[in-house]
């Protein structure tokens, strides 16, 4: 091969010094565009979880128009303090939370179909606790040691202190039923929110306290009412979106926001934790009136 054949050659060669350019532009690129990909991500996630939350809300619209304006208890046990026979739903759920209340349009929140194969059969918690409808799950759940689909433990809560609390004591359910001609402002009265469980255990998060125990209306105990401990029964919202800032909350009338803790009435320390039963706290957003009436 003569002299200009070779030349021709290294031509189209690349140097170390070229290449390791090349690689530098490349790795800067991909610094600045993921975490742009990440905000996208975190964005598209927040879409989904509100796109849920009207899902449920619209679902719960429903069933309090079809159930003589009531709304669901935040769980049915038994059938009334009459018959104490413990209470199956048409799915064959045995003492069914929240969720199996809101199912209009959007389904039920867990697949009955491996559990119920004949007339009659049940199923209750021995035989499973994981969802299966994304409709209740918050693809931005992030809880250490659970992943977002256990009814019990999972993304989302009830306003159940308010809305619908049907724990026993002395004989009576503390706050259930509601009838929505109650609700002043369902506008401004949350029904189900993203949650956090609670503080120390993140478990409990179906059931979504308000800042202050909401005494005005019965209530004697937060989520896990064996905790004599108020701190540790507490179950708060979850900032989880906007950069762990913003709750997505769906209210009364359906519609759904993003709010702070702070708006929601919550108060917090420095380091960021809900203060539970705070005095300083609002329950504003949860009572239905619009008034703090804790």
Not at 10 to 21: A, D, N, P
Request: hydrophobic share 30%; with cysteine.
């Amino acid at each position: 091969m003569g002299e200009a054949g070779r030349d021709e050659k290294k031509k189209f060669g690349f140097t170390l010094v070229e290449l390791l350019v090349v690689i530098s532009i490349i790795a800067l690129l991909m610094g600045i565009l993921l975490p742009a990909l990440g905000r996208a991500r975190k964005t598209a996630y927040s879409v989904v979880c509100k796109s849920n939350l009207r899902g449920i809300a619209l679902a719960a619209c429903v069933y309090v128009s079809e159930n003589n304006n009531k709304f669901p208890p935040y769980r049915m046990s038994t059938y009334s303090l009459s018959n104490p026979e413990i209470y199956v739903n048409k799915y064959g759920r045995k003492k069914p939370r929240w969720p199996w209340f809101f199912e209009y349009g959007i389904g039920p929140v867990i697949n009955p179909k491996p559990y119920v194969k004949n007339p009659g059969d049940t199923f209750g918690d021995s035989d499973t606790l994981i969802m299966t409808n994304d409709f209740f799950m918050c693809p931005s759940f992030n809880r250490a040691g659970f992943d977002g689909k256990d009814i019990r433990n999972g993304s989302y809560g009830y306003n159940y202190q308010y809305l619908g609390n049907r724990r026993i004591t002395d004989g009576s359910y503390r706050n259930y039923p509601i009838k929505l001609a109650r609700i002043e402002r369902p506008g401004e009265t949350v029904l189900v929110a993203d949650s956090r469980g609670i503080e120390d255990e993140g478990i409990h998060g179906y059931t979504l306290d308000p800042p202050k125990l909401a005494e005005s209306v019965g209530a004697v105990s937060f989520a896990r009412h064996s905790n004599p401990t108020f701190q540790k029964q507490h179950s708060p919202a979850d900032a989880r979106h906007n950069g762990e800032k913003k709750v997505n909350v769906s209210f009364v009338d359906s519609h759904v926001e993003a709010l702070t803790r702070e708006e929601l009435g919550y108060i917090c320390d420095e380091n960021g934790n809900v203060v539970a039963n705070h005095p300083d706290g609002s329950n504003c957003l949860w009572s239905g009136t619009g008034r703090d009436e804790k």
